[in-house]
């Protein structure tokens, strides 16, 4: 398969190329440093992308940024980048990919483990991370030309613990390579409208 890969250099997307990498082509797609130059919060760098990468057969975010901050002291500009960048950033690379995909071609989204199980600071995450858990399951049953679309939802990476650990005491991380086979889950399986917790 050609599988677009946004994100593909963080966190999360280097254990999912790892991963699908060694059976399909991966196409990187990111801000900076990336194969296919473009921004998830810019529908029109979307359109352009597609426009140069042509059909392929998955789609799969491994991407979206949220801002991190007590409950009380998130701004409207924190809550709107939130929303920008990992809801309604990941919805517009779907609603624009999909015309960009092979009949039965899948798009795989991520969501997150703060949608079931908050943590201080972490408001806005788990509104998007709701956010795409409804809208996977929403746009399964709409999506046309047999199209799939699940989500996966992270725990907390070892490899991110330095950074996140202080957020997620007593939460069990999750090696990559294991969050990785929710991707391969979606991508390589049959099934549509799923959420792959890997917790
Ligand atoms: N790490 C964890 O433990 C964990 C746990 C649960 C859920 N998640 C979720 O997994 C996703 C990835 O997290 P991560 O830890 O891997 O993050 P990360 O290490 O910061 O990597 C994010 C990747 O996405 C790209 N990116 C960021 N904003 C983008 C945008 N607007 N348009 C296009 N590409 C963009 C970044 O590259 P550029 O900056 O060059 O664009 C980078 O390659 C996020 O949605 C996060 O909430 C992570």
Redesign the pocket.
């Known amino acids: 398969m050609k599988i677009l890969l ?8 280097r254990a999912v190329a790892a991963e699908l990498g060694s059976r399909h082509e991966i196409v990187v797609a ?5 194969d296919l130059p ?4 810019d529908p029109a760098s979307l359109r352009a992308a597609f426009q140069r990468l042509g059909t392929v057969d998955a789609i799969v975010s ?5 801002g991190w901050a007590p409950l009380l002291e998130l701004t409207d500009e924190q809550w709107r980048f939130s929303l920008a ?2 809801l309604m ?1 990941q919805v517009n690379l779907a609603l624009i990919g999909q015309a960009h995909l092979r009949d039965g071609g899948s798009i795989t989204l ?1 969501s ?2 703060l949608n079931h199980d908050p943590v201080a600071y972490g408001a806005a ?1 788990s509104l998007a991370n709701g956010g795409i858990e409804g809208f996977v399951r929403a746009a399964s049953v709409e999506l046309p030309r047999g199209l799939r679309i699940n989500a996966v939802s ?4 070892v490899e ?1 613990m330095e950074d ?1 650990g202080a957020f997620f005491r007593g939460f069990q991380p999750v090696p990559g390579a294991r969050v990785a086979l929710g991707y391969a889950r979606s991508v390589e399986g049959g099934e549509s409208g799923k959420v792959y917790a890997v917790h």
Request: hydrophobic share 45%; net charge positive.
């Open positions: 946004v994100g593909a250099l963080g966190t999360v997307g990111g801000r900076k440093g990336a473009l921004d998830l919060a491994a991407a979206g940024q949220v960048h990992k950033g991520t997150g483990v995450a992270p725990g907390v990476l991110s996140l």
